[in-house]
């Protein structure tokens, strides 16, 4: 009786192997027909040329061809004395013996063994957050057995982990191709594809991670992340809006909405959110500093200051450009008082830290400062500073000859026009600066060479009409 149970296996094998045959023979028979047929189709659809190219290609034709196939083979086969061998490992890991069962895992594993001996084996390198070795036995067991949807899953996630997510991008598209589109596989797909900053392919699989698991905010997250990073800040604020009514507690919520707001250009919006969050206790030196720049353009200048400050104070080496550019900006505005406030404040914080332009950068600002509230021994006195700290520094050069002139020392005040007009950034208008000095001396010949100059260097309008009137002048004369 067993022996003909045996023959009846032995049978049903057989018989397996015979449809595989068949099929495969049915395929290579059909094959040129179904590309006429398909391509006979394309061409009753009057197609393009491009979009035909899809229906020629050998891709498209071999998928085709596949799916008369049963896709039931995603795992690995693995012999009667491999099974034997995996319950031993498997007992080994299930008592916590994880080193024990690698051993023996690799004692046995070869380039004609089961995949599933690699496989398992990167699980506990995996287990034990040995990523590189898990990643190389994960890519040894999708060599030897494409198909193995686990194995192709595990390896993108260790490559999501190890950042490398150019890599782990193929390795989830695969996992989703064979079936494996799960909310997790596309979540973590939308985070690679965000992270190599392709938005549009980030949006779908957020979307479709989103559709299968609408309760994790991560991925709703990401969704409004990648439409924000697309530009598209209209569809980015409504969707915080509706996250936001759902989660009101969380600060990165409002914060993305609020940038949303910025980039809508409505800048006030984006303040109550950014008030919202410092409230909450959870502002950023980004957000506070954001907030200061709103301030500033709606000429709230101590306000302005306030928020600066407190992003100074929280964030002092990330912040400190930011803070001196903000100062500059108030300085434009005629905010004197804040900006003094400012400036201090930032040389009290970052002290020595400060870098060799930064310094320059700030006492330039004093020095405008000193212009504007005409105050001559501390504007001299800052210049000075400035040329000490950097010889080749042109602005404060012009400056200081701007000064000498105003104070009748036309002398001193033409050593340094002089000097800075050897420098190219600063040529052109240290030479208008010098002969706008000749021509208060009333030396108009001499100040027409130098305003040609200037304005073969850099031409302006209003200096090509000083030149013509300073020609007229020189001829009537």
């Known amino acids: 009786m067993r022996w003909k149970s045996d023959c009846k296996i032995h049978e049903t094998r057989r018989g397996r192997r015979t449809w595989c045959l068949l099929v495969s023979v049915v395929l290579c028979l059909s094959f040129t027909a179904m590309t006429q047929s398909v391509w006979a189709s394309a ?35 693995v ?21 024990e069962a690698a051993r023996m895992l690799q004692r046995h594993t070869k380039d004609a063994s089961s995949a599933v001996f690699d496989f398992t084996l990167a699980n506990i390198h995996f287990q034990k957050d040995q990523l590189e070795p898990a990643a190389e036995a994960y890519e040894r067991a999708v060599a030897k057995f494409p198909k193995f949807r686990r194995a192709w899953k595990n390896l993108g996630l260790i490559h999501v ?15 989703i191709e064979l079936g494996g589109g799960d909310a997790l596989t596309y979540g973590l797909l939308g985070f690679a594809y965000a992270s190599v900053e392709n938005n ?26 990648s439409l924000f990073r697309q ?75 306030g928020s600066y400050l407190r992003a100074l104070e929280m964030d002092p080496r990330r912040t400190s450009q930011r803070a001196i550019r903000a100062a500059a900006v108030l300085t434009a505005r005629g905010a004197y008082e804040e900006t003094k406030q400012l400036i201090e404040r930032i040389e009290t914080v970052l002290g020595s830290e400060l870098d060799a332009e930064q310094r320059k950068d700030l006492l330039k600002l004093r020095a405008r400062i000193a212009v504007a509230e005409n105050s001559g021994q501390d504007e001299i ?10 010889p080749l520094e042109g602005e404060a050069l012009i400056l200081l000859g701007q000064y000498c002139a105003r104070a009748g020392d036309f002398e001193k005040a033409v050593f340094y026009y002089e000097r800075a007009q050897s420098l190219e950034k600063h040529e052109a208008d240290a030479r208008v600066r010098h002969a706008q000095l000749l021509v208060q001396q009333g030396k108009y010949t001499e ?29 009537s004369r």
């Open 43 to 77: 061409v009753e659809t009057r197609l393009s040329e491009v979009e035909l190219d899809i229906w020629r290609s050998a891709a498209f034709q071999r998928q085709f061809a596949e799916s008369y196939l049963a896709e039931t083979e995603i795992e690995p086969r």
């Open 79 to 99: 012999t009667q004395a491999e099974r034997d061998r995996m319950l031993s490992v498997l007992e080994l890991i299930s008592s916590d013996s994880l080193d």
């Open 161 to 175: 982990r190890s950042g490398e997510f150019s890599r782990a991008i193929p390795a989830l598209t695969r996992t």
């Open 200 to 225: 549009l392919a980030a949006e779908s699989a957020y979307r479709l991670a989103v559709l299968l698991d609408p309760a994790t905010l991560d991925w709703k997250m990401g969704l409004a992340r």
């Open 231 to 305: 530009q598209r800040y209209a569809d980015a604020a409504a969707l915080c809006q509706t996250l936001i009514a759902e989660n009101p507690t969380r600060a990165d919520l409002w914060l993305l909405q609020a940038n949303a707001y910025i980039g809508l250009n409505e800048p006030l919006k984006a303040a109550i959110n950014y008030e919202l969050v410092d409230h909450m206790g959870k502002s950023t030196a980004d957000s506070l500093t954001m907030l200061g720049d709103i301030y500033v353009n709606q000429e709230l200048f101590e306000i302005a200051v």
């Open 381 to 390: 006195r800052v210049l000075e500073e400035i040329v000490a700290l950097d």
């Open 447 to 475: 100040a027409l060479p130098l305003l040609r100059r200037a304005q073969d260097l850099k031409p302006r309008e209003d200096v090509q009409k000083y030149l013509e009137q300073v020609e007229r002048v020189a001829r």
